[in-house]
């Protein structure tokens, strides 16, 4: 499916006055304000191709005031601006659908302070999520929050999305890793909540508002993040088994043996391992024989020994429900097993067209959906494929279901919305969320009314109206 067969509003914004442009540059100066056509590309493409915007003008401020003064101007002349960070969001958050100015927050890249008796770090929204997790290292301390894209994407688009990723099993969600913010609102505001407080009841939790907002709400400049203790071992097994009823009770033997030192606890079918093998670069599978599920997980301890627990679990699991496990013998085995899970995104490329669902069920409910879904799927079309994968500890699967064999990818990707509508109807009756990790953006917001509570969508339309009451920023998006 491309973006205009997405019932993306495309209407016109009027073009943006040579003399605005002018006093936008001279907030960001004359490097940081791209008009430039050929540079503008990489800020309204994203990495799918899936979305493709336009916008006149790209700004990159350096500072807190310089986006006070950019939200504060557009705000006087009623310009719509598009929050970006790392351009890694898979719902078409960050893409400029209509021509509304971006604002890159990228050169705001500056960890402010960390405070290693606090456990917290103040990051800049511009800092890549790796540069944090490296600067928490190098204080002998871990900021937990990781994902594929964790080379490119910004703290403020991890806070924006609220992302989820691979260690939300045990350490949450990003929500869950910041203590406070710093935000510009739509008319230049600054709200200064930025905080290391993990005790503060003093009124509302207004930063939580903005967190999974999108970027419609306000725009993160800063925040202050909750670190942890570094680990001192981690060992990660790749286990074969026979279906995700046996996955889940390995996982309840994990968790009853190991706690919160089970740090990832990963579910994927045999087609994605296959996809992945294949298709890969440097990908191999780590067990000899072909099992039609894998659990890969890892343990992280404080003490030196992660590897007797994990023993432990694996031989409390091995006679009825694990058919096959290998431990990472080294830290490159251990690479190995996790580029395996990394590459199984792009390893479904080549195979065609790929319908996506990021949905989350509870735990409990992952098997009875895995089936309920790969029956619903293939009688409405024949010969699709489901790749399930994802964060079973976290009821949280990329139901993601490639083309049949041979058919044609546009004509396929033409059911998009149908095929949701057959997946999301089984997720509902599950008490699941259509959307678990990745956000409405532009991609879910039609399916957001028919599927979250009248009330809550009231509500959100009265905040947004009271925070954004000329509706600049990023307009469109989830609501
Ligand atoms: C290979 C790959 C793997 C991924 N894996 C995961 C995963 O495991 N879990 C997961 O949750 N996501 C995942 N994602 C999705 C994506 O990486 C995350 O959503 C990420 O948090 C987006 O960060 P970003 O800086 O790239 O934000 P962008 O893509 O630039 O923006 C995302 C949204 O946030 C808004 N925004 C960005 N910065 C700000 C700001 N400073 N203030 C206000 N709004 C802002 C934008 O307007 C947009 O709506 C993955 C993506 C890829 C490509």
Redesign the pocket.
């Known amino acids: 499916m491309k973006e205009d067969e997405m019932n993306i509003n495309k209407s016109a914004t009027p073009p943006l006055a040579p003399e605005l442009i002018e006093q936008f540059r001279k907030i960001v100066g004359e490097r940081h304000a791209i008009t430039d056509a050929a540079d503008i590309e990489a800020y309204v493409t994203?990495?799918?191709n899936l979305f493709h915007g336009r916008s006149p003008l790209v700004l990159r401020p350096g500072s807190t005031a310089e986006v006070a003064a950019i939200c504060k101007l557009a705000s006087e002349h009623r310009i719509a601006l598009?929050?970006?960070?790392?351009?890694?969001?898979?719902?078409?958050?960050?893409?400029p659908h209509n021509g509304e100015v971006v604002?890159?927050?990228r050169r705001?890249d500056k960890i402010r302070e960390v405070d290693t008796a606090s456990n917290t770090m103040t990051c800049e929204?511009?800092v890549?999520?790796q540069i944090a997790q490296q600067k928490a290292s190098d204080v002998d301390r871990l900021f937990p929050l990781?994902?594929?894209?964790?080379g490119?994407?910004?703290?403020?688009?991890?806070?924006?999305?609220?992302?989820?990723?691979?260690a939300?099993l045990a350490y949450g969600?990003?929500r869950e890793m910041a203590l406070g913010l710093e935000?510009?609102l739509a008319d230049g505001r600054v709200l200064n909540v930025l905080s290391k407080l993990k005790k503060d009841n003093t009124g509302y939790n207004l930063h939580n508002l903005?967190i999974g907002?999108?970027?419609?709400?306000?725009?993160?400049?800063a925040a202050t993040l909750k670190l942890f203790p570094k680990p001192r071992a981690v060992e990660t097994a790749f286990v074969g088994l026979k279906s995700p009823e046996a996955a889940l009770k390995l996982l309840t033997i994990a968790q009853g043996e190991a706690a919160n030192a089970l740090t990832s606890f990963e579910l994927l079918s045999e087609m994605a391992v296959d996809f992945s093998v294949r298709h890969g670069i440097d990908v191999r599978d780590p067990l000899s024989e072909k099992h039609p599920w894998y659990v890969l997980m890892e343990l992280s301890t404080a003490s030196d020994d992660a590897r007797t627990p994990l023993e432990t679990i694996l031989t409390r699991a091995m006679e009825e429900i694990v058919d096959d496990a290998v431990i990472a013998a080294s830290l490159a085995q251990r690479n190995n097993f996790w580029k395996l899970r990394?590459e199984m995104?792009?390893a479904q490329k080549p195979e065609g067209g790929s319908i996506k669902h990021?949905i989350s069920v509870p735990v409990a409910a992952v098997p009875a959906f895995i089936e309920e879904a790969n029956a619903a799927v293939v009688k409405l079309i024949p010969g699709a494929r489901p790749v399930p994968f994802g964060?079973l500890g976290d009821g949280n699967l990329?139901y993601n279901v490639s083309q049949p064999i041979g058919a044609n990818t546009a004509d396929y990707l033409a059911r998009w919305h149908e095929m949701n509508a057959v997946v999301f109807e089984i997720v509902l009756r599950m008490g699941g969320s259509i959307s678990?990790?990745?956000?409405i953006?532009v991609l879910k917001r039609d399916e957001l009314p028919e599927v979250k509570d009248k009330t809550a969508i009231e509500l959100m339309r009265q905040i947004k109206a009271m925070l954004d009451p000329l509706g600049i920023?990023?307009p469109g998006?989830?609501l």
Do not use: W, Y
Request: charged share 10%; aromatic share 2%.
């Open positions: 994203e990495e799918r598009v929050p970006q960070g790392g351009n890694t969001g898979l719902v078409g958050g960050q893409t604002v890159s927050l705001l929204a511009g890549v999520l990781s994902l594929g894209a964790e490119s994407c910004t703290i403020g688009g991890n806070l924006s999305t609220n992302a989820g990723g691979t939300a969600v990003a935000v510009v903005f907002a999108e970027g419609t709400l306000g725009i993160i400049t990394e995104s792009a990021d964060h990329h678990a990790e990745h956000g953006g920023m990023n998006k989830v």
